[in-house]
């Protein structure tokens, strides 16, 4: 059976964003599993000092607020730690993709990582 539209578009804003943190020179993972069956966090990227910034990708507008995305950020707490950075990813905008830090609300744009 095919992927439904909700799945391509949340695949398709991985792939979107794994391009630009490439292209702008970090290390990314995608799809990196997490331990007992809990799921995979989407993207996982490297800034130059080696710190995780973990991503939870939407495929529509969310909100930190919203529960189904804190469950998420906090299964990924749980594996990487309290050191790592934790954003969300969403479309804003005409489609625009922007991350959305989990500690402090700050919106960015790709362009602007």
């Not at 292209?23 to 710190?51: C, I, M, N, Q, W």
């Not at 990708?57 to 804190?70: A, E, I, Y």
């Not at 950075?85 to 830090?101: D, K, M």
Request: one cysteine or more.
């Amino acid at each position: 059976m095919g992927k439904n539209i909700k799945e391509e578009k949340h695949e398709n804003y991985c792939e979107i964003l794994v391009r630009a943190l490439k292209e702008k020179g970090y290390t990314v993972k995608s799809e990196v599993v997490l331990p007992y069956g809990r799921g995979a966090a989407d993207v996982v990227f490297y800034d130059s000092e080696g710190v995780e910034n973990v991503v939870e990708v939407k495929g529509q507008p969310t909100s930190l607020r919203c529960k189904k995305v804190t469950k998420q950020l906090n299964k990924y707490l749980e594996f990487f730690g309290e050191k790592a950075n934790y954003f969300i990813g969403f479309p804003q905008h005409q489609g625009a993709l922007v991350l959305q830090e989990a500690s402090t609300g700050a919106i960015r744009r790709l362009e602007d990582l």
